[in-house]
């Protein structure tokens, strides 16, 4: 940072000459955006044990999530880790921290579940309270809500993108309660907030990528600003040179 | 950092001054790992979904390249593709890699019995249900792709449809559904293959060899020269195109 300062400066050496220091120069490095992998991720991984809970589909009990977890892990957790990673060049704080939260979460709940498998610790039912478990949803609850609180922001945020962290947030609190008291009422009512967020992420990222694949605005995602939502529209206008690699033109070549 | 970068001190120019300038940096398509590690996945996938590969524990053999090509291969395409703005192969590429990677170690699992898995035949459940989500998605990369081609549209959609099929059959324990997914399967990766041989073949040759049949009449002409890429022939890689 100190030297970004230093513009006009010069540098001292140990044999006593002068180098002048590099002008100060800002670097902006198009990618696409990471934010769509990283729902898309969510989006599998919460419905299918959102439905699972909710008794759509398979048996009560550990049998089932024996088989499952290791997608959850990889698609949920790796996946959607690596792109919140990525959305750090994106320059997006929400994605960058709650893609990120969240990725770790899956992983840390399919090691968990690897421990079950391997009778290493013994996982109980909903129905058994598990506080150690619980606790792990308020944080996750708290953040994913301050993030709903910025998809309130009229330049960077959309309802859609509230709706998602909206309900996600509102269902990690009542499933942090229905853990910690064993009342599979409040752990039913909060994967029903899951499938909404859910569902909601799989909106976002998909009209994301729409937009960027089709370079014009498919389905609105409630952004703050009328021209951003209305489709056919053509928000975003790409720097590059048509007739170079990928990286220097937008989208495979 | 970056918001310090921004902010001038006092010995700075003002911070209107300060000169952003936009950085493309060209690479070599992901593309064609994406569509070889992808095509990979379906044909061995399919191929043993459709019962022709040593029956229901045939897979054995099969998990440790469908993790590591097909899965963290493809996986690393699709985060490439990040760098290529490509949104579409950033997502298909980085969800069936991860996809894959999750399917290999269930394997792995099995094979070193820490997991029991049931006979696909007489269903599975947890399996099926992922399936849909791997449907919901490749159809919906599909339509993103049709943007620019509707014969990569076809091809994704190919996938879809066997995706589609895979839930069906994986939830209901219908092995004629199934071996009809797995066939279906292979054709997407006939179809995979075509994209990924053509992303390399025309940047290798400079032309186009194989269309992608996109709606650019440009890019389905044979010999056409769409691409001119920005290099320096005598330096060295990376300032160059190839090694």
Sequence with gaps: ?253 | MSATAEQPASSAPPRQAVRATIFLQPIAAPAVLGYFAAASGFLLFGVWFAGELGGAKGATVLFPFLLLFSGVGQLSAGLWSYRARDAVGASLFGVWGGFWIAYGFLWLLDTAHVLALPLFAHGFGALGQWFIYMAVITWTTAFAALGRSPFQFASQAVASVAATIACAGLIAGSAGWQHAAGWIFVAASALFMYHGTAYMLNALFGQIVLPHFSWRRAENVFGEEPLAPIQVPDAEPGVKVGQ
């Design chain 1, 1 to 253: 940072m100190a030297s970004l300062r230093q513009t006009s400066a010069a540098t001292g050496t140990s044999d006593g000459a002068t180098t002048p220091r590099p002008p100060l120069g800002v670097f902006l490095q198009p990618i696409a955006p990471p934010v769509t992998l990283g729902l898309w991720g969510f989006f599998g991984s919460t419905m299918v044990i959102s439905t699972w809970i909710l008794g759509w589909w398979g048996a009560p009990g550990p049998k089932d999530p024996g088989y499952f977890f290791v997608f959850n892990a990889v698609i949920g957790g790796v996946v959607q880790f690596a792109a919140g990673i990525w959305s750090f060049r994106a320059r997006d704080y929400v994605a960058s921290s709650l893609l990120t939260m969240w990725g770790t979460f899956w992983v840390g709940w399919g090691i968990v579940q690897a421990l079950g498998a391997t009778h290493a610790i013994t996982i109980p039912p909903f129905t058994t309270p598990q506080p150690a478990f619980a606790i792990w949803f308020i944080p996750l609850g708290i953040f994913t809500f301050v993030g709903s609180i910025a998809a309130l922001s009229p330049r960077h945020g959309g309802l859609a993108l509230w709706l998602l962290l909206f309900t996600v947030g509102i269902g990690s609190w009542l499933f942090c309660i229905g853990l910690w008291t064993g009342n599979t009422t409040w752990t039913d009512v909060a994967a029903w907030f899951f499938i909404v967020g859910a569902c909601a992420a799989w909106y976002v990222g998909a009209m994301t990528m729409l937009a960027s694949a089709w370079r014009r605005v498919i389905l609105p995602l409630g952004k703050f600003t009328r021209r951003a939502n209305i489709p056919g529209q053509r928000i975003e206008f790409p720097t590059e040179y048509t007739g170079g690699q990928p990286g220097v033109r937008q989208g495979a070549v």
